[in-house]
């Protein structure tokens, strides 16, 4: 089954929309942590964001916002006023107690349109 | 943030050749290497996770002998493509883990294509 679900394969938005990327995850682990990643073109993971299992505050950071549900098992990602460099792929990704493995989802590719 | 290195960023080789692929941690040694596997428009791929002075552990359909990793150093980890085919072609990124069990830095990737 997989651990990490990101529904949304493609997304395209209009410049300076908001857009909301999606994530639900998996884990039978109490301890667990949860990622997000930006793939641009270049191929270079950009790491965004970790969060703990036991901290459900949702965070902002200039453009960028997190809301962490541990109820619905999600971890979503908002991007506020969209801009043509926030294309990219997006990756959501789980890290369990062992902490060994990340397991990621399939990826989201945001366009934002000029 | 800690940094991990790959190279070559992107190599071409013919088919039939091996060619080796570095993953350095710059500034931090790291017991634990990983090395994923990426096809166009898709998610990574774990292939193998690397533990410095001890054999690999491979993936459930991963060839070993086809892909061998060697993690010789606490900072220097290889993965070297033997007998390259063309449907070996993708891009391969290694990881590095830190101090904490969760923390994993990424290295830039190396685009191979086998022709």
């Known amino acids: 089954a997989q651990k990490v679900t990101q529904a949304q394969t493609e997304i395209s938005v209009v410049e300076k929309e908001d857009v909301t990327l999606d994530c639900v995850y998996e884990?039978?682990?109490?301890?667990?942590?949860l990622f997000w990643y930006k793939q641009p073109p270049s191929g270079e993971l950009v790491f965004l964001i970790r969060r703990n299992s036991f901290d459900e505050q949702n965070e902002i950071s200039g453009r960028y916002s997190w809301n962490f549900q541990k109820s619905t098992s999600s971890f979503n990602f908002t991007i506020t006023a969209s801009q043509v460099v926030d294309s990219a792929v997006y990756f959501c990704a789980l890290s369990e107690n062992t902490g060994n493995q990340f397991y990621f989802g399939t990826g989201t590719s945001l366009t934002v349109i000029p | 943030g800690a940094v991990v290195s790959q190279h070559p960023s992107r190599v071409i080789c013919k088919s039939g050749t091996s060619v080796k692929i570095e993953c350095r941690s710059l500034?931090?040694?790291?017991?634990?290497m990983f090395w994923y596997r990426q096809f166009p428009k898709k998610s990574l791929m774990l292939m193998a996770t690397?533990?410095?002075?001890?054999?690999?552990?491979?993936e459930q359909g991963v060839e070993k002998d086809k892909f061998l990793i060697n993690h010789a150093s606490l900072t220097l980890s290889t993965l070297t493509v033997t007998s390259a085919h063309p449907e070996d072609s993708s891009f391969y990124i290694c990881s590095a883990r830190g101090s904490e069990p969760y923390e994993q830095y990424f290295g830039p990737g190396t685009r191979l294509t086998v022709t």
């Open positions: 500034d931090f040694q790291a017991t634990t």
């Open positions: 884990t039978r682990d109490t301890t667990y942590y």
């Open positions: 690397s533990n410095e002075g001890s054999k690999a552990t491979y």
